[in-house]
């Protein structure tokens, strides 16, 4: 294979929602303090549960956040929020899709499983299940109020269908689905796209909401969430000895990806540059990646050549870290063996110790991280660690964010079903014409 | 896009659906000019407007053997898994890796890649709450307080994980230890032809030395055929795709898989090379769910860029393969887009859905498993249900009967929901 100049690619817009803040401006300044975003759950009753607090996105006005009302009607919890978070993202850069540059405008997103409301399945419950047996005949009930609008809205393509037509982006447009990694795969995703010219411009990030009777179902029967229930704000404690399982979150984050040349030329505000993206298959366990970080370790490795660097220029690393045992454990595994000797001089968060687990928005709502990182010089804090773990020794932010200068930045996103996603950021600075 | 130097070729297909369980099977169905859409045997269709699918017949067992996991995944997993493991028995790779020296097993592992494009979920997997919700309502209680209280007594723990979108490439990976690149793409009906272009594109830029694609889906399930039937998109016959009489489309349910490498490699290992991958479109029409643009400008964009990247012009194309789902509106604009470029000079011209029927994300990557049979038989399959071209789309190149064709290189065409438009260019080897 012969080496080519790859085409280097600029993020020049962010955009957030998340629980600790519906812009990017709040959410930063929540993650620099280490705030948390969690606390008992107030979309639904969820004092049922075996965990009834979240992070929740708090106090958003979707009508505010998308002005045209007829597309919110095809909007779910997850979509309106990936609707504001793009808005910003693009707003932010300057810049949006014209008449004449559309078809040159692409989309990558990673979107939350299919999932429906509950009000939703308590409907076909109540006409085609009400002694708990499906019968199919039941939806054909006259008064069963089955409503396509409700199926656009589930289909897994629904949120890039309302992005592409809210925002007028008519090239490449696509959704992927790995996981607590499909965030960071859908900008892998873009960033490929971008380098291989089918599109000068991309919006991509990640969006989900499962903070539902559905959605926290699912990881109240894995055992996945932790069960703090009196003490919400301190249970998402990632590489503490003591952490019990992560706090789940919802949420979006976007980034604007530019053609660097283009986005120098237009002077544009440079966060970022997207420097690489290397992703690998665990091939272990569903739920877990390998004790000793085979996985996450092939995949940060290909970031880092895909980058054209080596680990020595790696100064900050948002962490997957999703407060499981068995996650903190593999991922500080891969850590070290990747940074070897230098594993004392990168420092280390999970901001999921703020914001919980986003899940298909986490890798996304975590590369803008990265990029405000950079930009501020400043490490986010870890919060809530208190006790050591012998397998997690590495350097980790704790107490306050640490101001320090950034060069390039890594991202880890490791999902469900064994899909690892690294992403690597370089500071503008650190470009080389 | 530059596609100079070594070629991506493919090695290895794999598929299963209402028409056969192995590629010569599907092959002669839609050569015989007999649908296998047929009753609905899942679940009693016969009080419903929509009465007919195109099922899969083999059973759970003859998909997967593990029973084990059976009790962990769902039935398009089992879809799936089945065809990419047939893809890669057929490419010969597992032989192949068995025979390198152990110590060089590890890298090939990762250097080997999976992309899938999967449907992302159903409907049905959410049933498993109705007892559950039906003893909530009773209970007197609070129905989400008792709900919550009971789950964990009346679920499954792996609920989750059983409807994980991404559980083929998870299991195809744990299988097979296959550990490089990888991706799951949930982009409704383009999901399973994506799969193989990114496929192409991650070994092409370098990311792996041989990828199985794979797409699998199973849209058939009655809630999702009551939304689909109240949209207008449902016939309750085998579909007629460009006939006069078009009424809609019909569910199918399947699974396609093909392995791709470059081809010096697959020489190297003296595989069997079954066709060439050329380039590929991408675009949408950005008017939202199920809008199309009446001019089919996301087709003719796709088509232009599957083109420009393989390097090739119009006239080139030797024979197209529709999406052709029988819908009025997809049917009329996608032939618009087909005009835009090729004009008056339309190659022979198919579509495949009348036979096995819509398998919504797998649909593209089992029509190109079949094209490139197409390709190396000299045979362009008919669309057996035709009668009457529609008097809006004619003429058309088209034809109930298979014809013989020398064409080399095939054109498929993928549509899907959001607007999303994708063209696959593939060439006979």
Known sequence: ?433 | MSHSGDPIVFTGSGIVCGAGGTVPEVWEKLNSGETAVRQISQFDASHWPVKVASEVTLTPRELVSDRKLHKTISRTDLLGIYAAEKALENSGLPAYREALPEGEQGAWNDRTGLVVGTGGGNYQSNYDFFPLMTEAIASGEGELYHFGRELGNQVTPMWLLKNLPNNVLCHVGIRGQYRGTNACITNQCASGILAVAEAACAIRNGEADRITAVGHDTPLEPEMVYYYHKLGLMSGRAPRPFDQARDGTVFGEGAAALVLERESEARARGASILGEFLGFGCCNEAMGILDLASDGNGVSRAIEMALESSGISASEVGVICAHGNGNSTSDRTEIAGIRRIFGDRMPPMTAMKWCYGHLIAASGIVDTVMMLEALKNGVIPGIATLRNVGTDLTPLPISSDSVQSEAEIALILCRGFAGVDTALLIRRR
């Open chain 1, 1 to 433: 294979m012969s080496v080519k100049e790859k085409r280097r690619v600029a993020i020049t817009g962010l955009g957030l929602v998340t629980p600790v803040g519906n812009d990017v401006d709040t959410t930063w300044a929540a993650l620099k303090e280490g705030r948390s975003g969690a606390a008992r759950i107030t979309n639904f009753d969820a004092s049922g549960f075996s965990t009834t607090f979240g992070a929740e996105v708090k106090d958003f006005d979707p009508e505010k956040a998308i002005a045209d009302r007829k597309l919110l009607k095809y909007a779910s919890r997850s979509h309106r929020f990936a609707l504001a978070a793009a808005g910003e993202a693009l707003a932010d850069a300057g810049i949006s899709p014209t008449e004449s540059t559309s078809t040159r405008w692409g989309l990558a997103v990673g979107a939350g499983m299919l999932s429906v409301d509950y009000t939703d399945l308590q409907k076909v419950h109540q006409y085609a299940a009400a002694n708990g047996e499906f019968n199919a005949d039941g939806l054909l009930s006259h008064d069963f109020p089955g409503n396509p609008l409700a199926f656009c809205r589930w289909q897994a393509n629904a949120g890039q269908a309302l992005l592409t037509k809210q925002f007028g982006i008519r090239g490449y447009a696509s959704s992927v689905h790995t996981a607590c990694a499909s965030g960071g795969q859908a900008i892998g995703t873009a960033l490929k796209v971008m380098r291989r010219g089918q599109c000068d411009w991309m919006l991509t990030g990640g969006f989900d909401s499962m903070l539902n009777p559905l959605g926290i179902s699912g990881f109240c029967l894995l055992g996945a969430l932790s069960t703090d229930n009196e003490t919400p704000e301190r249970a998402s404690r990632p590489f503490d000895l003591t952490r019990n399982g992560f706090v789940l979150g919802e949420g979006a984050g976007f980034l604007v990806l530019e053609d660097w040349d283009r986005a120098v030329a237009r002077g544009a505000r440079i966060y970022a540059e997207l420097a690489g993206d290397g992703n690998s298959l665990s091939a272990y366990r569903i739920t877990d990646s390998p004790p000793d970080g085979d996985g996450p370790i092939q995949a940060i490795r290909q970031a880092l050549s895909d980058a054209g660097i080596t680990e020595n220029e790696i100064d900050y690393v948002n962490a997957h870290g999703t407060s499981t045992q068995m996650n903190d454990r593999s991922e500080c595994a891969a850590l070290k063996a990747v940074f070897a000797d230098r594993i004392g001089d990168v420092r280390v968060s999970s901001t999921k110790s703020s914001m919980g687990h986003l899940i298909a928005a986490a890798g996304a709502v975590e590369a803008a991280v990265c990029c405000l990182a950079i930009r501020y010089g400043i490490a986010p804090v870890n919060a809530n660690y208190e006790t050591p773990d012998p397998d997690c020794d590495v350097n980790l932010v704790i107490g306050q964010a640490s101001k320090q200068r950034i060069r390039t930045a890594l991202s880890n996103s490791l999902g469900f079903g064994g899909s690892n996603s690294s992403l690597v950021f370089r500071n503008p600075e650190e470009v080389k014409a």
